[in-house]
């Protein structure tokens, strides 16, 4: 097959995106061989940066720290700058909004509109939007994809999509917030929760309000996005009963470590007669219980289904690597089933 390159865009620059286009460079001979896909950027925008569009192409030395766009290759607004950039595949990974997923819904919306599969690292959107933009892809002959947006890019969107067809999700259970882990584990060893927090911050996995992860927003939107998607039905992160770890006390997470039934920012979810029920709190787990050895930004999840009474999948220890990763797997989904 000739390899076609694709003209990719980045909306967001911070960690996620950046990393991703790393990873997409140590990748290009592997893209190229195996899928017979290359890429070229042609735009990148961010608050810092504003709308750069480069139809010519940008490199990733070009755009390092500290770079600063001529004045002719910054736009105005989404629109001249989706007309100049001209993507294929818009990556998106801009910062979560709980309330109501904007404007990373809009930004996506109009990536649709302008003929672009929309591959999303954002939650909000998920839950906010997902059955919209899910359906105007589908209008669009396009793809809207979201696996970075639970547990850092590991397969549970594609996992029931393409492999797990005619399974019914009855009910999921977890450690989906790897910040809130981070500090319950450092706080554990003796650390304070400021000191856990700033490691979580060094790591980069916290988001950039981090009370949206101490106070268990975070891992309630990850709830809510796989209740909307898994189970089929819309669920806004407000629906799900939420409490945080910021009522804790170092003292009570140390003696609970001690004791054997360490705290852990545990997510549910439940069908039950006919409703969903929804939880993210702090629980004392029994240490025999897997997820009282996940331990710093790793995470876990268990489906129970109709077929599989549990099918679990824990990450250990990613980074922002495996959530680029989650988007890299995204786009090579996205233009090898292109309409
Ligand atoms: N702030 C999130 C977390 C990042 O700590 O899990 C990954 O979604």
Request: hydrophobic share 40%; aromatic share 8%; proline share 5%.
């Amino acid at each position: 097959m000739p390899t076609r390159t694709y003209r990719i865009c980045f909306l967001g620059f911070g960690n996620v995106n950046r990393t991703l286009l790393r990873l997409l460079e140590q990748k290009r001979g592997e893209l190229n061989e195996r899928y017979d896909l290359a890429w070229q950027l042609t735009g990148v925008a961010s608050r810092r940066l504003g709308w750069i569009a480069a139809p010519q192409g940008l490199d990733a030395e070009t755009i390092a720290d500290g770079w600063k766009p001529g004045s002719a290759n910054v736009r105005n607004s989404i629109e001249d700058w989706l007309g100049d950039a001209r993507p294929d595949v818009l990556f998106e990974a801009t910062s979560l909004n709980v309330a109501n997923g904007q404007p990373a819904v809009d930004y996506l919306r109009a990536g649709l509109e302008h003929g672009a599969h929309v591959i999303s690292a954002n939650k909000g959107p998920v839950v906010h939007a997902f059955r919209e933009l899910t359906a105007l892809a589908g209008q669009k002959g396009k793809r809207y994809l979201f696996e970075a947006a639970v547990m850092d890019g590991a397969p549970i969107f594609s996992l029931f999509r393409e492999n797990l067809p005619a399974v019914e999700l009855h009910a999921f259970y977890g450690i989906l917030n790897s910040t809130t882990n981070v500090i319950l584990t450092g706080v554990e060893q003796g650390l304070s929760f400021r000191q856990s927090l700033g490691k979580a911050q060094e790591i980069g996995v916290a988001e950039t309000d981090p009370s949206h992860d101490v106070e268990g927003w975070d891992a309630a939107v990850k709830v809510a996005a796989l209740i909307t998607v898994l189970m089929g039905e819309p669920f806004p992160p407000q629906r799900v009963e939420r409490e945080g770890i910021g009522s804790l006390t170092g003292d009570a997470v140390r003696q609970a470590r001690a004791g054997g039934r360490p705290y852990k920012l545990v997510c549910r979810a439940r069908r039950s007669a006919g409703r969903i029920i929804a939880s993210v709190k702090p629980e004392q787990v029994p240490a025999t219980d897997p997820m009282a050895q996940i331990s710093g930004t790793s995470s876990i999840i268990t489906f129970e289904t109709d077929i599989f009474p549990a099918l679990t999948i824990t990450e250990t220890n990613p980074g922002v690597y495996t959530t680029a990763y989650g988007m890299l797997a995204d786009f090579i989904r996205a233009v090898r089933t292109q309409a």
